[in-house]
């Protein structure tokens, strides 16, 4: 997984780093709306760009895509 895009995203959502390194949310549910929120639009401009974008998309592709940009189940 792509620690860094998480983190990014975590930290846009409200997260708060502490001085030990551990990562704090305060208010969970909101946090999470904005979270989601955020990997959604994230998701959507993969798809919205010009370079990626196609007439006819399959389910897989488009999997594969959002897999491969964050960084899920990619060998590293």
Same mark, same amino acid.
Do not use: P
């Given at each position: 997984?792509?620690?860094?895009?998480?983190?990014?995203?975590?930290?846009?959502?409200?997260?708060?780093?502490?001085?030990?390194?551990?990562?704090? !949310?305060?208010? !969970?549910?909101?946090?999470?709306?904005?979270?989601?929120?955020?990997?959604?639009?994230?998701?959507?401009?993969?798809?919205?760009?010009?370079?990626?974008?196609?007439?006819?998309?399959?389910?897989?592709?488009?999997?594969?895509?959002?897999?491969?940009?964050?960084?899920?189940?990619?060998?590293?």
């Amino acid at each position: 997984m792509n620690e860094q895009k998480v983190k990014e995203l975590v930290l846009a959502a409200g997260a708060e780093y502490h001085f030990s390194g551990d990562i704090v !949310v305060n208010h !969970v549910e909101t946090f999470a709306k904005k979270l989601i929120e955020l990997t959604m639009r994230e998701c959507a401009e993969i798809f919205g760009q010009e370079e990626t974008s196609r007439y006819e998309v399959d389910g897989n592709w488009i999997a594969k895509t959002i897999k491969q940009y964050f960084g899920i189940g990619v060998e590293e």
